[in-house]
């Protein structure tokens, strides 16, 4: 029998057994620790623990409703620690996916409001297709003065894209991993 406690993670509700729940609050305060980021460091530990929500959320379904010390330990590897070096084995308790799992980054397209000239569409078609911004607006202001589809196509754009307003988001409009280090690379102060 294990004891259980309903935690609130990124503003969503999980059960958790105990020992999960420990894991998380040391990694969670040893990375306040190590990040050492002053004021900004609300703001990327309220990043991460809406990325820790969400990677509980995906692993999470209706026939295993409690988070566990393996998922824990899968989630903890994944984001690994702010200066991108993976919690340590010594940190982790031994667990076998300190190192392991390997990160896929998402790719998706986003407006970016960092490099914005009018909507942030040829920054983030620059971000997403990795290549220079200026090659994508050039290309849009000749195709808008051979028969305006730049226009037609940018307000398209414009409409359909949303903006990466979080860190997470920023991080899959470049196609980088949502870890630790990458989210404390697009925190800013507000």
Known sequence: ????????????????????????????????????????????????????????????????????????????????????????????????????????PVKKFFRNPDNKVLGGVCSGLSGYLNVDAVLIRVIFIVAFFLGSAGFWIYIILWIIAPLAVTPVQKCEMYGLPVTAENLSRFSTSK
């Open 1 to 104: 029998m294990k004891k259980v406690v309903n935690v609130g993670i990124g503003g969503r509700g999980f059960t958790m057994d105990e020992d999960a729940y420990n894991r998380l609050n040391s990694y969670l305060e040893k990375f306040r620790a190590k990040a050492g980021m002053g004021i900004q460091t609300r703001e990327v530990m309220d990043d991460l623990e809406s990325r820790i929500a969400e990677l509980f959320g995906e692993r999470l379904n209706s026939f295993r409703d409690v988070v566990d010390i393996e998922t824990v330990n899968r989630v903890i590897s994944q984001l690994g620690m702010p200066d991108g070096q993976p919690f340590t084995e010594s940190e982790c308790g031994g667990a076998e996916f300190c190192y392991g799992e390997p990160v896929r």
